[in-house]
């Protein structure tokens, strides 16, 4: 049996709310094949665990985790190198394009011209971690810590407040540029609930969604309007109506461990969507949702997976004992 573990897991960036890239998922089938790539940089990555993986082309890339370990690439994963940064651990990576990288758990950093990561201040924020940076032009973008949502629109270098009126939200989710859901919930003493936040603004204004459900642990939407979630009793639902209404579709299967639930949710096409979890599954649904089964799971006794994403034709999965699979096989239906 896997022993319980604590992970500081960045759940909702970019890529696992929307997917941008050029090709028709809708006569796009993707291969059950993922391969581990070897991340050798500097030291050996055995008893590091990667938080968060972002790419801003198929090429360049960037991963961030425990021990102040983060690394980018510019070859599509197959090599990685070592950025100067600290040994704090990062919770939320995100790359805007090669030359501009932000990264942060309590303090924010960007990486400056000489390819190392520089403290940019707290957010204004005391406490909190911070898992969720978004930038949808080079001078605007998001942040989440804590859960307070915080906005720039100078780069990154100074961060006003958006939204904070609960103490609950643990991601973000972007729908488009001006609609954004902040999501979560919290689970103790054997009850658990959800709450869920919507813009349609670009954070001017916030609305509650009323929302019947236990707490959400993964998040993404197609567009404004087709969304699904993966719940704290490992639930998948899906609204087509911006989160009004939600319907359960089936239930994701978990090990009997059960070390802290689901942590990323990717959908491919209306039959391939993929959920990981702290439980070291990578599992699958080939029917939209329906039906479930674990494709990959995590060889170590306590290991977990925390984010999958995908780059136009590739989907890559980071976890722990610096682990990273790639699967980088679509063909046509």
């Known amino acids: 049996m896997k022993k319980a573990i604590y992970l500081v897991v960045a759940v909702a960036t970019f890529y696992s709310c929307s997917d941008s890239d050029e090709v028709d998922s809708s006569k796009q089938l993707l291969s059950e094949s993922f391969t581990r790539v070897r991340v050798d940089v500097g030291s050996p990555f055995g008893g590091i665990t990667f938080d968060d993986i972002s790419f801003c082309d198929e090429a360049n890339g960037v991963m961030g985790g425990s021990s102040g370990t983060i690394i980018k690439t510019n070859d599509g994963g ?3 190198t070592s950025m100067t940064g600290t040994d704090a651990t990062y919770s939320s990576v995100f790359m805007f394009n090669p030359s ?10 960007k990486m400056n011209e000489n390819n190392a990561m520089i403290a940019r201040g707290d957010l204004g924020q005391d406490i909190g971690t911070i898992n969720d940076i978004h930038f949808y032009t080079a001078t605007t973008g998001f942040a989440l810590k804590g859960s307070t949502v915080l906005k720039s629109t100078d780069a ?3 961060w006003g407040i958006n939204f904070e009126e609960s103490i609950y939200i643990k991601g973000l989710c972007y729908a ?3 609609v954004i859901y902040a999501w979560g919930g919290d689970t103790r003493e054997g009850l658990s609930g959800a709450v869920l936040f919507k813009t349609t603004d670009g954070g001017n204004n916030w609305t509650e969604m009323s929302i019947q459900t236990s707490e959400i642990k993964a998040m993404q939407f197609l567009d404004k309007e087709v969304g699904f979630m993966v719940n704290h009793n490992s639930e998948f639902l899906k609204t087509t109506d911006g989160g009004v209404t939600w319907t359960m579709i089936a239930r994701v299967p978990y090990a009997p461990y059960h070390n802290g639930g689901n ?3 990717l959908y491919v096409n209306e039959k391939q969507i993929f959920v990981t979890n702290l439980d070291g599954q990578l599992l699958k649904s080939s029917d939209g949702g329906t039906n479930w089964q674990s494709i990959y799971e995590h060889p170590e006794p306590d290991g977990a997976f925390t984010k999958i994403i995908r780059v136009n034709k590739t989907l890559y999965v980071a976890g722990s004992y610096g682990y990273l699979l790639k699967n980088g096989y679509l063909s046509k239906i």
């Open 176 to 178: 488009s540029q001006n």
């Open 156 to 158: 990154g270098n100074s």
């Open 78 to 80: 197959l090599t990685w």
């Open 263 to 265: 942590t990323s949710l």
């Open 100 to 109: 501009t990288v932000y990264a942060g758990r309590r303090d924010f950093y």
